[in-house]
């Protein structure tokens, strides 16, 4: 079982910026993806970024060029640093990590973020 817990959603005006932290700990493969996925009021769920043990890295394309994923492979944490952030950006954003070898899915309890304009 692998535990997530997300941190530094809140409230910011648009234009400004937050930096969201994740932490899994548990039965972590070596080889894994850690992402956010973001779901405002009456819609689906959807990808915002994410980012394999390999480097590789993956944006929604309404995010491309304004949030940043990093990760610590050490520590199993990963960051997603947005900035310019809009109205639209307002969600529940939740912290995921796929386990590649038993393609196991987990999710955090997710952190609100809410842009005002």
């Known amino acids: 079982q692998v535990q997530l817990v997300e941190s530094g959603g809140g409230l910011v005006q648009a234009g400004g910026s937050l930096r969201l932290s994740c932490a899994a700990s548990?039965?972590?493969?070596?080889?894994?993806?850690m992402g956010w996925y973001r779901q405002a009021p009456g819609k689906q769920r959807e990808l915002v970024a994410i980012?394999?043990?390999?480097?590789?890295?993956n944006y929604a394309d309404p995010v491309k060029g304004r949030f940043t994923i990093s990760r610590d492979n050490a520590k199993n944490t990963v960051d997603l640093q947005m900035n310019s952030l809009k109205p639209e950006d307002t969600a529940v954003y939740y912290c995921?990590?796929?386990?590649?070898?038993?393609?196991?899915?987990?999710w955090g309890q997710g952190t609100q973020v809410t842009v005002s304009s």
């Open positions: 995921k990590l796929t386990n590649f070898v038993s393609g196991s899915n987990f």
């Open positions: 980012m394999a043990t390999d480097g590789s890295r």
């Open positions: 548990g039965s972590i493969f070596s080889i894994n993806a």
